[in-house]
């Protein structure tokens, strides 16, 4: 009776999502948020000065937070703070390029190899292993990725994609997914740490680009950009807490969300109307990542940490 009841709590226990996957499908709601508020506010002001706005909140709040618990800044992974920062900036920068050479569609499918590139990189990197099951699940995610988006090259073009802008896409994704890995191998980093290094270094290398330009926000607006802040802050958290505590492969294909999340926003607030393939590959999409959530880890490999 022991044996048996221990057996259906184990298969209890196997079912149930893991903290960390939960943190980045609340990290993916979180940047859905931001780039809805991002859409609406960039009717009025140049993107990297949204880039600098969301980077000054960020790095107020993650050291303010950071202070009142007693931490600090000072850390043994100085050398990987620094770069895990440079690299998430340059993905940032190579993303917005390639989204104004490229239909978004495209960019955005584009991007959204990165889970693809992230595995491959934490084998080496990480030491981490994916079963072929993890594998196919992760495939299918991003072909319901594709059904969303229904990027122009594969569902009919009249002009050849942009070279640097699909060169930019890949470069981001890439770095994107090294990112990842990196925040993967600082595990025992306070995460107040790495959001504020990461949007400490972003106010740093914007600053230049916006000072030629700026635009004074009025009223309301400077709500929007306290908005895009907060909700980059909960995304950057979430994804940071997440990696801490899950496996990089199976972690960052769990953000397939905010293609969902970002559906839902495009019909409530811009009345569109999604055709059945992307209903189709958001159902896939949904599919794929409650199944790579529930996959268990295989015997002997190390657990998160917590």
Known sequence: MADGEGSAAQRRSDRVISPGLRYIALSSLSFSVMSLL???????????????????????????????????????ALGLLV????????ALTCFYFAVVRLPLAEATV??????????????????????RREWLLALAGLGGVVLVAQPSFLFGCASPLDS?????ALAASVLAALAYVLIR?????????????FAAV???????FTAAHAVIPHGGEWL???GIGLATWGGQMGLTLGLQQERAGRATSVGYLQIVFATGWGILVFGDTPEPLAILGAAIIVSATLLLARARPREGEPPPAS
Do not use: C, W
């Open 38 to 76: 991002v859409k609406l506010a960039g009717r009025q002001f140049p993107v990297m000065e949204l880039v600098l706005a969301r980077a000054v909140v960020v790095a107020t709040l993650a050291y303010a937070l950071l202070r009142r618990r007693g931490g600090s800044l000072r850390t043994g």
């Open 83 to 90: 770069l895990r920062s440079l690299v998430g900036f340059a």
């Open 110 to 131: 584009i991007h959204f190899t990165n889970p693809v590139f992230t595995a491959l990189l934490a084998v080496p990197l990480l030491g981490e292993r994916l079963r």
């Open 164 to 168: 640097l802008g699909v060169a930019a």
């Open 185 to 197: 191998r600082m595990r025992g980093v306070d995460a107040d740490v790495i959001v504020f290094f």
């Open 202 to 208: 972003s106010v740093v290398l914007a600053l230049p």
């Open 224 to 226: 929007v950009l306290l």
